[in-house]
């Protein structure tokens, strides 16, 4: 069957009804503000058609709309055969008051699932793979939206009024604000390429087969004119960030001589200043792209410091932001903590 765009919102239940198929509902994420993800399958089909948010709070609400709006407006002509790894918007319906978007669904399995399998990121060849897979699909996005030059600096661009309303009671801010002015400084007079960012290009919402990335997801954060660093330096942190999720504190992280499990971030700060296999290759993804959209290497590190001090002025849940301000704070300052 086919759900087309309604004006008003249908009772998810309704369309559940519709599609005359199964149903499966997949785990709740642990995120304050989550949406559930509901999978519907057609008759006698093993793959889902459609795939439905479903909000739990109004801050979830409020991204459901983002994405609704995101993925309506995007220009699809500019992305070629990577047209088909977006999903398209099939109609908004409506749960508890909440809207519910419904999209079709992408083929593949998701990048996390094999990311968290025992010992995937200890082995540079699984790595590698995954780092190539999400590099090509960042490449042709790269080449087919690419539209006039930005100043790096602006990456940063109301990043300092964010942190000021988020964390206005903590003392450090105007410290904080002075580590973001230095790195805004340093960026300025590089000139970057504009187009279409994801915004948050991570191995969770990436859809893999065959070596390939068929799907990416989560478009609620996208901007159609964009700097295109920022995807680059968005995969990397979202990488290495959970490098020591299956290592007891204190203890090394297998396959990393380099890192041990305990201190947040520690893998992201691995990656931008320690020495091994995955900081090389983490660099080096980091350092390609940036030759690639015609900037020096040279900006590695304040690209993603920069894309560092957007989440933690943007991320919807605090505790995740916080994180990022302070691993921050310890890679601009390492004598902070």
């Known amino acids: 069957m086919t759900i087309s765009m309604v004006t008003g919102r249908r009772p998810l239940y309704d369309l ?3 599609v005359h198929g199964r149903v499966a509902c997949l785990a709740l994420s642990k995120d304050p503000n989550a949406k559930i993800t509901v999978l519907l399958f057609p008759p006698g089909s093993d793959a889902p058609g459609f795939v439905a948010k479903v ?3 109004d801050t979830a609400a409020a991204s459901v709309r983002l994405e609704a709006s995101a993925l309506a407006a995007l220009d699809r002509a500019r992305l070629g055969p990577l047209e088909g790894t977006v999903p398209r918007v099939t109609t908004l319906a409506e749960h508890q008051g909440r809207p519910v978007l419904v999209t079709t669904a992408l083929p593949g399995q998701v990048m996390l699932a094999s990311y968290h399998r025992w010992h995937h990121t200890a082995r540079p060849a699984a790595v590698e793979a995954d780092f190539e897979a999400a590099g090509r699909w960042l490449a042709e996005l790269h080449e087919r939206t690419a539209r006039g030059h930005g100043d790096l600096s602006l990456v940063l661009d109301g990043v300092g009024d ?6 206005r009671d903590d003392p450090t801010t105007a410290k ?14 590089h000139q970057a390429p504009r187009g279409l960012v994801h915004g948050d290009y991570w191995v969770g919402n990436l859809l893999v087969a065959k070596g390939q990335v068929c799907g990416v997801i989560d478009w609620e954060r996208c901007q159609p004119d964009g700097l295109l660093t920022r995807d680059l330096a968005r995969f990397v942190i979202g990488y290495s960030l959970y490098l020591d999720r299956h290592t007891r504190p204190g203890r090394r992280v297998a396959g990393h001589h380099g890192l041990r ?16 296999w ?3 290759l983490a660099r080096s993804f980091v350092a390609k792209g ?9 900006c590695l590190r304040d690209v993603v410091l920069a894309e560092i001090a957007r989440i933690a002025a943007e991320a919807d849940q605090d505790d995740f932001a ?9 890679l601009c300052t390492p004598e902070a903590g």
């Open 16 to 18: 559940v009804d519709d």
């Open 176 to 189: 904080d604000l002075e580590l973001v002015a230095a790195l805004q400084a340093r960026l300025a007079g």
């Open 261 to 276: 499990a305990g201190e947040w971030g520690a893998g992201v700060q691995y990656a931008l200043d320690g020495e091994g």
């Open 162 to 167: 964010a942190l000021v309303r988020r964390y």
């Open 290 to 298: 940036l030759e690639r959209l015609g900037l020096s290497a040279s």
């Open 278 to 280: 995955y900081p090389e």
């Open 55 to 57: 909000p739990t709070t």
């Open 322 to 330: 916080r994180g990022h301000l302070r691993l921050l704070r310890r």
